[in-house]
């Protein structure tokens, strides 16, 4: 009895944290996406956003740059991580890669401002060779670049744990059969390794589905997603069942997502 009493006491702070923090918010935005300013219920948001055009081009940008930044740091992290499972110190390395996720998301924005500006040390760099000023901030490269910069460890870290379960027999077994590298790269190491790509994907493609922030510093107004949408109609225009519109409907997609890349196939150790 005393220990069912002892979960029940610590579980009270986290179920009112879920309570007050996540499933209160969810409601109220629910609440304020299914009224107008009136607070009537009403679909008309939801029916504006499907037969309003800037809308549906918005949803489309969105899951077009969350699919480049997957894509892009899936491609630098694979390597990065099988390698990274064959080196020394590799908890140095660790260390390294992990360290810019303690630096604050908007002082790093603010870093990428002073590097990328016209009068950063980017263009400072290229003026030695006589290139003018290149217009590199505000771009759909520069918002790219820094996303991914920043999202690289989130990639990183489930697939060098993936790799690193692996057990190095296997992939021997795989060459002294005579496959080779690519052969032992497709039907060995990626289906076992697929687990860490797989929550590697999920922690890149949700987040960046809803980035506000650095579409507004970097992308400026030429990066226009459903986050910066959410905060242009809860911040500016002060449509705030418009935006909790767009914010339910984000949610949706992010559940889909999840429901789309979650695995229903349990790993089966192999066991030589």
Sequence with gaps: MNSKKTKVLFMIPYLLWIILFVILPILLILWYSITDSSQHLTLVNFEEFFTNGTFLRMMLNSFWYAF???????????????????????????????????????LKAYAFIGLLSNSGLVNQFLGLFGISPVNILFTDFAFMFVATYIEIPFMILPIYNAIKEINPVIIQASEDLGASKWQTFKYVLWPLSWPGVESGIQAIFIPSLSLFMLTRLIGGNRVITLGTAIEEYFMTTMNWNMGATIGVILIILMVAVMILTGSKIKRKKVEL
Excluded: F, G
């Design 68 to 106: 480049l930044i997957t894509l892009v740091t899936l491609i630098i992290s694979y390597p990065a991580a099988y390698y990274l499972t064959r080196m020394k110190n590799q908890q140095l390395w660790l260390l390294l890669i992990i360290l810019p996720t303690w630096i604050n998301l908007l």
